[in-house]
């Protein structure tokens, strides 16, 4: 199992971030404070772990500005295109998380491989299936026109609209 730092053990993060931002206390003090409650943590301890924090949120941040971008660029391109750039940019994140052990709390590294082998599974499938839905709706839709009469054009830019073909 990968080393906890001792913020994380306490479950002190909140706790240092509030008294760091909202009470504009340093991390001496902070460390002070904590200790005086019992709390064996060091100062340094302290500065790593709202470090940690802080690099976290940044890249949350990050994260949710990409998927913003990606919804504003696809929202006029087909559902297909969208899901595909969607989960693409999902699997980067989980491989990004996966490859910083220390954040990782697996007694055993068997069980690291299997959580990302399921992962790899699950948007395997999901791309699979994403694909085999659409393509039988563009294929129900060619179905259907032809049995109504549909203008092909229409059915073209319907099939276009969805499956981006």
């Known amino acids: 199992m990968a080393k906890r730092k001792k913020a994380e053990l306490y479950d002190l993060i909140q706790r240092i971030v509030y ?3 909202e009470e504009k206390k340093d991390f001496r003090t902070i460390a ?9 943590i060091s100062r340094s301890s302290i500065h790593r772990a709202y470090k940690d924090y802080k690099e976290l949120a940044k890249q949350y941040n990050e994260w949710w500005d990409k998927i ?3 919804v504003e660029q696809t929202q006029n ?5 969208m899901l595909s750039a969607l989960v693409s940019i999902l699997t980067q994140h989980v491989l990004e998380f996966v490859k910083d052990i220390d954040f990782m709390e697996f007694d ?3 069980e690291l491989i299997k959580a990302v082998k399921e992962l790899t599974q699950m948007t395997k499938s999901l791309e699979e299936y994403v694909s085999a839905k659409l393509q039988k709706a563009v294929e129900k839709i060619e179905e259907e026109g032809k049995k ?4 092909p054009e229409f059915l073209r830019l319907v099939k276009e609209e969805i499956y981006g073909v």
Not at 32 to 40: F, H, M
Not at 77 to 81: D, I, M, N, Q, V
Not at 148 to 151: A, E, G, K, V
């Open 68 to 70: 913003k971008i990606l």
């Open 77 to 81: 391109k087909p559902t297909s295109f």
């Open 32 to 40: 002070s404070l904590l200790r005086s409650e019992g709390y064996d």
């Open 19 to 21: 008294l760091y931002e």
């Open 108 to 110: 055993d590294p068997g």
């Open 148 to 151: 109504r009469n549909i203008d």
